[in-house]
T-cell receptor, first 114, second 111 residues
Framework: KAGVTQTPRYLIKTRGQQVTLSCSPI?????VSWYQQTPGQGLQFLFE???????NKGNFPGRFSGRQFSNSRSEMNVSTLELGDSALYLC?????????????FGPGTRLLVL | GENVEQHPSTLSVQEGDSAVIKCTYS??????FPWYKQELGKGPQLIID?????GEKKDQRIAVTLNKTAKHFSLHITETQPEDSAVYFC??????????FGTGTRLTIIP
């Protein structure tokens, strides 16, 4: 099976712009989670989607949003970008989203905000 | 919410020796504890995980132990090899697919 794929892999934006990142989970997986990774804050949970519904949300401002489509693909959007949004954004998928289920990560999208 | 502490932040060991990384968690409801390895420019890769009904799990050179009473778990890598050099993250979860990660350990294997 193909792994989790994320597009684009690299992105440069300027402050105030918005950005949309895409994630395709492993075939058959229905749960998708998003994480932000920075040197200062480490890996932080953004939100999780299952069957097109957001089930869990981390402590991020409303500028961070996401959605999931019927084919389980997910997108994450960040509006009004700030310099501090520069990070590696990681997507992870799992089969049915059970509480103790293994998550598989994609390679990430590296976002640089200038 | 859950809080995970990880030690040490950096670790250097001679090739062939063992490496141990320790994590503690705060939420007694957490019941799933994975370990990830992240190489430069890549996403985290699951190397081993343990669930709360098990005290120890081993996979070849890698083992994880869990002490639910003390709320800590550890990663043990034996017979280390140069390709084991990477950043290792522990994590804990008490909700569906919401992992709380430790701050990472940069492991360097000295040839």
């Amino acid at each position: 099976k193909a792994g989790v794929t994320q597009t684009p892999r690299y992105l440069i934006k300027t402050r105030g712009q918005q950005v949309t990142l895409s994630c395709s989970p492993i075939s058959g997986h229905r749960s998708v989670s998003w994480y932000q990774q920075t040197p200062g804050q480490g890996l932080q949970f953004l939100f999780e989607y299952f069957s097109e519904t957001q089930r869990n949300k981390g402590n991020f401002p409303g500028r961070f949003s996401g959605r999931q489509f019927s084919n389980s693909r997910s997108e994450m959007n960040v509006s009004t970008l700030e310099l501090g949004d520069s990070a590696l954004y990681l997507c992870a998928s799992s089969s049915s989203g059970g509480a103790r289920e293994t998550q598989y990560f994609g390679p990430g999208t590296r976002l640089l905000v200038l | 919410g859950e809080n995970v502490e990880q030690h040490p932040s950096t670790l250097s060991v001679q090739e062939g020796d063992s490496a141990v990384i320790k994590c503690t968690y705060s939420d007694s409801a957490s019941n799933y504890f994975p370990w990830y390895k992240q190489e430069l420019g890549k996403g985290p890769q699951l190397i081993i995980d343990i669930r709360s009904n098990v005290g120890e799990k081993k996979d070849q050179r890698i083992a994880v132990t869990l002490n639910k009473t003390a709320k800590h778990f550890s990663l043990h890598i034996t017979e280390t090899q140069p390709e084991d050099s990477a950043v290792y993250f522990c994590a804990a979860s008490n909700l569906p697919l919401k992992l709380t990660f430790g701050t990472g350990t940069r492991l360097t294997i000295i040839p």
